[in-house]
């Protein structure tokens, strides 16, 4: 069901979604997951570069650059990150994608396309298009003024051109091949633009509105095929009835117990299925489209918090919690005590220590996908 700063966004998951209604009407989890991703990659690894696309669960800082409102350069965003920088992630410490390099071995942290400093070792092993706020439908991106899914496709066809200039277009073309690609959209598509504006609700009912997105996934992903993409994880999208500031802008009032708006929560586990069965059907010869199930995994946190040590899952560590997320959760918020006992870190994005059991999770996917 999206850098936070801004499951689907989860995803999941999703910065704008607060700004865009509302203009309309520390360390201690820092060193208990470093401590944790201290295994690596348990087989022979030949994927040497991730390449990921997509929203706020996945921007490392791309919006840092651009101009948008959907931005979180500053703190208290990253402060459980390395030296306490605020890098541009939505969160903070460390997203999925993080842990995924380091876990298989290529590097500690998957950087933003558009930093100008980037070396090219750092391309070459992988860098994020991603952009907090962003979705499969153009109109998601152009809410928030920050880069469609099919900028983000011109970036990569960018990317290759740049490591042709550096070493030659048939060693780019094998390290192309050998590459895993992620994709983290969808939620903002649901819970920023078709729920709350008017302009897709006009046209679309939201069973049309799931296969409108659909189809778009599809030109996507054939989009990353035909440039030499082997390697596919597309992400679904989390429970995004349980968001904290979704559960506050459809919640009876502040009196009110906290619960998920399990309406929204089943049009995610519809599109989940429908972008299931997509995979399948899209899988040729020498190619390997995966599904990531972020869905269950967040559900079972929210129903089982105790589980994995969370006081807190209906709202967020910064500010009150119910509203905050991007501009709103600043260096002039209170921020929570223990943020490792908080499920998100803002109203709408998950903390470090969510996303480290999140990518926990996806491991089997991850070994099964990509082992040779």
């Not at 009407?25 to 208990?32: E, M, N």
């Not at 997203?95 to 391309?123: C, H, N, Q, R, W």
Request: proline letters at 5%; one cysteine or more; charged letters at 15%.
């Amino acid at each position: 069901m999206s850098s936070v700063c801004n499951f689907v966004q989860p995803v999941i998951l999703f910065l704008p979604i607060l700004l865009i209604i509302i203009s309309e009407s520390r360390a201690q989890a820092q060193t208990l997951t470093d401590n944790k991703i201290l295994q690596k990659w348990p087989f022979n690894n030949s994927v040497s570069v991730v390449l990921v696309f997509g929203d706020s669960t996945v921007d490392s800082g791309n919006n840092n650059y651009i101009s948008t409102i959907s931005k979180c350069d500053f703190s208290p965003y990253g402060m459980d990150f390395l030296n306490h920088i605020p890098t541009g992630r939505f969160s903070n410490g460390r997203l999925v994608t993080d842990y995924i390099v380091s876990y298989m071995g290529i590097k500690d942290f998957v950087p933003a396309y558009l930093d100008p400093s980037l070396s090219l070792d750092e391309l070459m092993t992988g860098v994020s298009f991603a952009s907090g706020g962003s979705g499969f439908d153009p109109l998601t991106a152009q809410l928030s003024g920050v880069i469609p899914l099919q900028k983000q496709l011109d970036y990569f066809k960018e990317y290759k051109r740049r490591l042709e200039n550096a070493i030659g277009k048939e060693k780019t073309n094998l390290l192309i091949s050998k590459a895993t690609f992620i994709i983290s959209a969808g939620t903002n598509d649901f819970v920023v633009n078709y729920f709350n504006t008017p302009f897709r609700r006009q046209n679309y009912k939201v069973s049309a509105y799931q296969q409108f997105l659909v189809q778009l996934v599809q030109q996507f992903v054939q989009g990353l095929m035909n440039e030499g993409a082997r390697t596919i994880g597309v992400v679904g999208v989390p429970p995004f009835g349980c968001l904290p500031v979704v559960i506050t802008l459809n919640s009876g009032g502040a009196l009110q117990p906290r619960q998920c708006v399990e309406s929204y929560s089943a049009v995610g586990r519809e599109y989940n299925l429908l972008l299931q069965h997509l995979l399948k059907t899209m899988q040729i010869h020498d190619t390997k489209l995966f599904y990531f199930d972020i869905y269950n995994p967040l559900n079972d946190m929210i129903r089982n918090p105790t589980k994995y040590g969370f006081t807190e899952v209906t709202t967020g560590c910064c500010g009150s919690g119910f509203i905050e997320a991007s501009i709103l959760c600043n260096p002039k918020s209170i921020v929570c005590n223990n943020p490792s006992q908080h499920m998100f870190w803002d109203s709408v994005h998950p903390s470090q220590v969510t996303y480290h059991s999140l990518f926990q999770s996806l491991r089997p996917t991850l070994d099964f996908a990509i082992k040779q």
